[in-house]
């Protein structure tokens, strides 16, 4: 079972990484000082959870994940693409981020389907609850920021 709980652990690491590395892409390609804070904020989040998920690999004695996942490396390889062509409004940016915690919510969320030990699961817990949080504030901001463009 612990091979099993360190695999699904490595892969919450490689999301968060994504989450990371995106956040960190995106506020550089925002417009507006407020954007680029929130963004700067969850990328954050994503690092302190990718800490802390390689921290309870370790314990649990296994080799926690380094990096992200190559689907998160071409998303960032598209994002590049994007920002290469032309300056994106801060809702475009913002709508891109969404995606990216649409699918960090899917990946947590199948997470805790699995059998995990009580204390890996408290801790997924509640970094899920922290990407549901980072979703719904960038959901607010894209809202706020596509009101705006209107």
Not at 91 to 99: G, N, P, V, Y
Request: net charge negative; glycine share 8%.
């Amino acid at each position: 079972m612990t091979t099993n709980v360190i695999a699904v652990l490595n892969d919450l690491i490689e999301t968060s990484k994504d989450g990371e590395r995106a956040f960190m892409k995106t506020a550089e390609d925002a417009n507006h000082a407020s954007v680029k804070e929130a963004l700067l904020e969850s990328a954050d989040r994503c690092t302190q959870g990718a800490r802390e998920l390689q921290d309870l690999v370790l314990k649990l004695g296994g080799k926690p994940e380094g990096g992200g996942s190559v689907a998160g490396a071409l998303h960032r390889g598209w994002l590049d693409v994007k920002s290469a062509v032309g300056s994106r409004a801060d809702h475009a940016i913002l709508a891109d981020c969404e995606k990216g915690e649409d699918a960090a919510k899917q990946r947590f969320h199948e997470a805790l389907e699995k059998d995990l030990p009580a204390d890996v699961r408290a801790v997924v817990e509640r970094l899920y609850h922290g990407v549901l949080q980072n979703h719904d504030r960038i959901r607010a901001m894209r809202d706020q920021y596509a009101a705006m463009k209107a």
